[in-house]
């Protein structure tokens, strides 16, 4: 489990063959929690819900690849909570999730989020207020979820430590991609934290220094190819 400052914690869940970096984050003062990018094993989820005593309130999504929302349906439906995210751009792939299950050997199962959100949206957990950024270019519909306060995101498959998305999926885009990172994310600090969507955490800052595909110095020499 990882922490960041309070009035927020968070831990990190890999799950799937994937190894998807699940995060549960909670607010400290009412205990009451989201699970972001439920991707699959969620009997692991559940007890990391039980050791933290962590009352699950919402599942948010950051994208519909199956690795972070397979199972998304299955567990807000079992634990009767709703689902937000992410931007509806991504509704094809959450369509094809039985389809994409199959092709992977995973579970996944189609879903209807309870609210498909848009740039500058709000979410709230307990009473933690994040910040809706839509960065498409991994996804068409891919969102980042920013808590101001703590200086932390959760990116999804937008950025990696050392890596960027992939942008050869269907709807993918590499020059949308860049643009979300460098125009959406950097602004918000080089001191901000993030849980990418697979790896270890790392620093906007870092990534601006260091990072072969959008550090300050790579942008400057061109896109990558």
């Known amino acids: 489990m990882t922490e960041t400052s309070q009035p927020m ?4 869940i890999p799950v799937t063959p994937l190894q998807q970096n699940c995060s549960l984050l909670w607010c400290t003062k009412t205990m009451r929690g989201a699970l972001v990018d439920p991707g699959g094993d969620l009997p692991k989820l559940k007890e990391a819900l039980e ?3 962590v009352t699950l309130e919402k599942v948010l999504l950051t994208h519909g690849h199956l690795d972070h929302c397979g199972q998304a349906g299955v567990l807000a439906k079992e634990m009767g909570v709703p689902i937000e995210g992410p931007q509806e751009e991504d509704r094809f792939w959450i369509a094809q999730l039985d389809d994409d299950g199959a092709r ?6 189609t879903f209807e989020p309870d609210r498909w959100l848009e740039d500058g949206d709000t979410v709230t ?5 994040l910040d809706v950024i839509h960065c498409p270019g991994h996804t068409p519909g891919h969102v980042v979820f920013h808590h101001a306060p703590s200086k932390f995101a959760i990116v999804g498959d937008v950025l990696f430590q050392g890596g960027i998305g992939r942008w050869d999926f269907p709807r993918g885009n590499l020059d949308d991609l860049i643009e979300s990172i ?3 994310l950097w602004p918000l600090g080089d001191d901000v934290t993030f849980v990418p969507g697979h790896g270890p955490v790392s620093t906007f800052g870092e990534e601006r220094r260091t990072n072969p595909y959008v550090s300050d110095a790579a942008i400057k020499r061109g896109l990558p190819v």
């Not at 914690?9 to 990190?12: A, D, H």
């Not at 957990?125 to 207020?129: D, K, N």
């Open 9 to 12: 914690r968070v831990g990190i």
């Open 51 to 53: 050791k933290t005593g």
């Open 104 to 109: 992977w050997n995973m579970e996944a199962h």
């Open 125 to 129: 957990v307990g009473e933690l207020e």
């Open 182 to 184: 460098t125009k959406k």
